[in-house]
């Protein structure tokens, strides 16, 4: 096998901007190009393999989530020989820029997407909305989305307030409503925590038989960063791109919960705000007992010293 398509190079943390985007430019060009989309988006492409991965990102989500500040892609084109696409935005924009639409209007036209095998989009956030509502124009397509919003229009989702500085955005036009585009995929895979309200709404609004939710109770409004920091996501990408992902593999893989304390933390608020004072008991114990975490040796030696042991 021929050596890797990128030379990674050194770090490309805390560059500027325009220096990221110049010493992209240049790793990238060998085996692809990048290319700007209007002003607040890029894309980039570097051929490898017949399987395609097409992520959407934002600059500052590089920035904070990979250690030398490249797309999360790229790990998939070391590791795994794919072929990778990245939409990256200064921001959430969630993609809705006219620019954008005439990017991938292009690459349909060009039958881009027809060249591979399996294509893959992941996303997550606003990024997992674009994920959605983009695959539309790759029939067959599977889909990774994490937290995804289905649309910011205030006639459908006038419920999430999260989002106010986005009311005045066009989510009715080309490539809107992200449900809808997921009618051509071949699956589609949506990620929420279902304690998390505005998540769960817009992750219910996904629905038909190509699309397939899973639920990570407990894990709060960031999994994309805990499912880093766990070690799994990349796993559920490379299952998601080739089909694997069923609900006991992404059972096997979630046991790494077990032993990531953010996700213990929380789930040890759960239990104690339900006053579920046996629960609490058995999470400290079992953590005590495989972990270092003094929060929670503590919590065991207080129920012990009251009684409750």
Known sequence: MPDTAIEFGPSLRGL??????????????????????????????????????????????????????????????????????????????????????AWFDRLVDEGFFDEFDRVLFYGAGPCGYAAAAFSVAAPGARVLAIQPQATLDPEVAGWDARFAHMRRTDFTRRYGYAPDMLEAARQAYILCDPRETEDAMHAALFRGQNITQFSLPNMGATLQTDLLEMGVLLDLIEAAGKGLLTPGLFARLLRARREHVPYLRRLLNRLERDERHDLVRLLCQSVSSRMNVPRFTARLEKLRATGSD
């Open 16 to 101: 500027s901007i325009s220096d990221w985007i110049t010493e992209v430019s240049g790793l990238v060009e060998p085996h692809g190009y990048l290319a700007k989309l209007g002003r607040s988006h890029l894309a980039t492409f570097v051929e490898d393999s017949s399987t395609l991965l097409v992520t959407f990102e934002t600059l500052q989500g590089i920035s904070a989530l990979s250690e030398h500040a490249r797309p999360l892609g790229w790990k998939m084109v070391r590791n795994h020989r794919w072929s990778h696409m990245a939409l990256i935005s200064d921001g959430d924009t969630w993609f809705r820029d006219p620019a954008v639409y």
